[in-house]
Structures are given as C-alpha cells and as structure tokens.
C-alpha cells in the first residue's frame, strides 16, 4: 500500500522524465536502489472475488505481523 505522494515520484516515469528534461534520468529512492536486482516474486490467482481477497488478508496479516 502507498500513499499519494508515492505515485508521483519521478523515478516511476524515468523515459518521460529524460525526454522531457533533456536526458536527465531520475533516480530511484534509497529504499528502492536495488529493486532491479531484487528476485521477482509473483503469485497466481484465480479469476474469484474471494480468493484475491483471502489473498490480499493473508498478505496484510503478514506485513502487520498478526
């Protein structure tokens, strides 16, 4: 979950960014710095209401550590 402020960072639109300045490319938040680096983590699910919301639970439950 982010806040408004997150959606806005330069960094989320670097090729508009560099076209738009001139070929100045944004960089990424300290927290962010080895994203690209970063394993990808993906988890199917089904076309069902239900299961993306168990899912979504499941993944709140785990970030609050409850």
Excluded: C, Y
Aim: proline residues 8%; charged residues 30%; positive net charge.
């Amino acid at each position: 979950i982010t806040s408004g402020s997150d959606t806005a960072h330069a960094a989320k639109f670097p090729d508009a960014v560099s076209r738009a300045s001139g070929g100045l490319r944004p960089a990424l938040p300290p927290h962010l710095a080895d994203l690209m680096d970063r394993p990808e983590r993906m988890t199917r699910v089904g076309n069902d209401q239900a299961e993306v919301e168990a899912l979504i639970r499941d993944r709140a439950r785990i970030t609050r550590g409850t």
